[in-house]
């Protein structure tokens, strides 16, 4: 399964848009890329997933490059609440019954200010 | 609909002393999972259910964890005896299998049962 790096930590204030980038080098062609969402004394809260060029929800956007060797997830004016752990997980399709995208990394502690 | 449930919330133990935690899956989600989170860690996979059977437990410690999955439905992971390393957030996980979406589907997290070895 790929390998990810991302920052362990960044800070916003209030109503800025974040971006947090994700490398993912040895991406195979058959994997997804996946980000979660933890707040403190919860589990991980699914937030987008995507294969290649841009993906977007009502919570988020997902940005992957052609080489798909990246991406970045854009969280868009960021209020306290989005203050979390976010978490990139690189993995071929997660079907019952098949070793998908379930490797968590360290995450990166998001902290938004006011 | 209702999310992933697990019980209890909290448990404080004595190392050598034994521990259960139960988890229901969301209704209908074939997939379970057990991971194990450290404080200041992402979470590690300790084993995955397809119904009743066993995908993979290649990261549970099976000299002292043992879960099982007997009617494909709820799901309950034992340690027996704790050591102090034990200390974690225990989370239960389930996905459904929805073939027709070529990515798969996301895991749902239940909030999980801090245990503590003193």
């Known amino acids: 399964l790929a390998k990810t790096t991302q920052p362990i930590s960044m800070d916003s204030y209030e109503g800025q848009e974040v971006n947090i980038t994700c490398s993912h080098n040895?991406?195979?062609?058959?994997?997804?890329i996946t980000w979660y969402q933890q707040f403190p004394s919860q589990g991980p809260r699914f937030i987008i997933q995507?294969?290649?060029t841009k993906v977007t929800n009502e919570v988020a956007s997902l940005f992957i490059p052609a080489d798909r060797k990246s991406s970045t997830l854009s969280l868009p004016r960021v209020s306290l609440s989005d203050t979390a752990v976010y978490y990139c997980l690189v993995g071929p399709p997660n079907y019952g019954g098949s070793q998908g995208n379930l490797i968590f990394g360290k995450g990166t502690k998001l902290s938004v200010k006011p | 609909e209702a999310g992933v449930a697990q019980s209890p919330r909290y448990k404080i133990i004595e190392k050598r002393q034994s521990v259960a935690f139960w988890c229901n899956p969301i209704s209908g989600h074939a997939t379970l999972y057990w991971y194990q989170q450290i404080l200041g860690q992402g979470p590690k996979l300790l084993i995955q259910?397809?119904?009743?059977?066993?995908?993979?437990d290649s990261q549970l410690p099976k000299d002292r964890f043992s879960a099982e999955r007997l009617k494909g439905v709820d799901s309950t992971l034992k340690i027996q005896p704790a050591k102090l390393e034990d200390s974690a957030v225990y989370l239960c996980a389930s996905s459904s299998p929805r073939l027709g979406r070529r990515q798969g589907s996301p895991l749902h997290f239940g909030n999980g049962t801090r245990l503590t070895v003193t």
């Open positions: 995507g294969y290649k």
């Open positions: 259910f397809q119904n009743n059977g066993v995908v993979d």
């Open positions: 040895n991406i195979a062609t058959n994997d997804y």
